[in-house]
């Protein structure tokens, strides 16, 4: 990624160089596939410290997607703008992550592709719902505000991320 050109511009290339993937091996169903919950963050989980129990929240989404997937929603939102915390951050979350189920290599390595899709479909989502009037002014600026910042850190990280996924 050109890190002079602009972050739309930046944008637009990841998006290219992502279709293939899209095409070729993601609409095939050249990936495995389970039962995701689709926007897996801090948010939609509780947790009961005295029974030391966990609860998975907000499963509208629930839906048969491919694997890496859900470990993508979950990094994406950890990004930050230094490629030595989010590699820290990544190994962190995928050594838990894997303890339980483990990702082949192919399915690390789209990783990055797979999160300026997600965050660039987040916007496009809360534009959508902001318009028909679904969320109000102010929680369409809150949430927007957090999705933009999200994008450009993987935007601005994405050469780091492809190398830290392509080592995992």
């Known amino acids: ?23 070729k091996d993601f609409l095939t169903k050249r990936y495995r596939e389970q039962l995701t919950h ?4 801090m948010g939609n989980v509780l947790y009961n410290k005295k029974k030391r129990y966990f609860l998975i929240v907000d499963i509208d989404g629930l839906d048969k ?20 915390k989010n590699k820290k951050i990544i190994k962190d979350i995928l050594r838990g992550y894997e303890s339980q189920f483990k990702l082949t290599k192919k ?14 479909g987040e916007i496009l989502w809360l534009v959508n719902q902001y318009e028909k009037h679904k ?24 050469n780091d991320l492809e190398e830290v996924f392509r080592n995992e």
Do not use: C, W
């Not at 050109?5 to 899209?22: N, S, V, W």
């Open 1 to 23: 990624v050109r890190k002079k050109k602009g972050i739309y511009q930046d944008i637009a290339i990841i998006i290219k160089k992502t279709l293939p993937f899209i095409k």
């Open 38 to 41: 689709g926007d897996l963050h």
């Open 65 to 84: 997607r491919i694997v890496s997937g859900e470990i993508m929603v979950i990094i994406s939102y950890f990004l930050t703008n230094s490629a030595s």
């Open 107 to 120: 399915e690390k390595e789209i990783i990055p592709q797979m999160i300026i899709l997600r965050k660039y």
């Open 135 to 158: 969320i109000s002014s102010e929680k369409f600026k809150r949430f927007i505000h957090g999705t933009l910042k999200q994008l450009g850190n993987a935007v601005s990280q994405y």
